[in-house]
Nanobody, 115 residues
Framework: QVQLVESGGGLVQAGGSLTLSCVVS????????MAWYRQGPGKQRELVAR???????SYAQSVKGRFTISRDNAKNMVFLQMNSLKPEDTAVYYC?????????WGQGTQVTVSS
């Protein structure tokens, strides 16, 4: 059974930085695409960033240049470095494993950016 556990969320002032971490178990981590999604208040869940098994990355336009996704296959972990945070980045952030026919989700971690 796949388990994804996020950590690193919190309260930060606008312009600040946070790093989210996600540890994954119960899967062949290195073979799968990993992603970070977020869901802000009253909004739909949206894709923030993704990283393929080969390390190729892609980002939502709203975070490009500010956020960096990375992975450590030896530790079964994926990270989201978030810089220059804005109040509109406030959301619950979810780690996801994107398989060929499924997506597995973590429980989410809250990020709140104050103005």
């Amino acid at each position: 059974q796949v388990q994804l556990v996020e950590s690193g969320g919190g309260l930060v002032q606008a312009g600040g930085s946070l790093t989210l971490s996600c540890v994954v178990s119960g899967t062949i981590f290195s073979a799968n695409t990993m992603a970070w999604y977020r869901q802000g208040p009253g909004k739909q869940r949206e894709l923030v960033a993704r990283i393929s098994s080969g390390g190729e990355t892609s980002y939502a336009q709203s975070v490009k240049g500010r956020f960096t996704i990375s992975r450590d296959n030896a530790k079964n972990m994926v990270f989201l470095q978030m810089n220059s945070l804005k109040p509109e980045d406030t959301a619950v952030y979810y780690c996801a494993e994107v398989g060929p026919f499924y997506t597995s989700w973590g429980q989410g971690t809250q990020v709140t950016v104050s103005s």
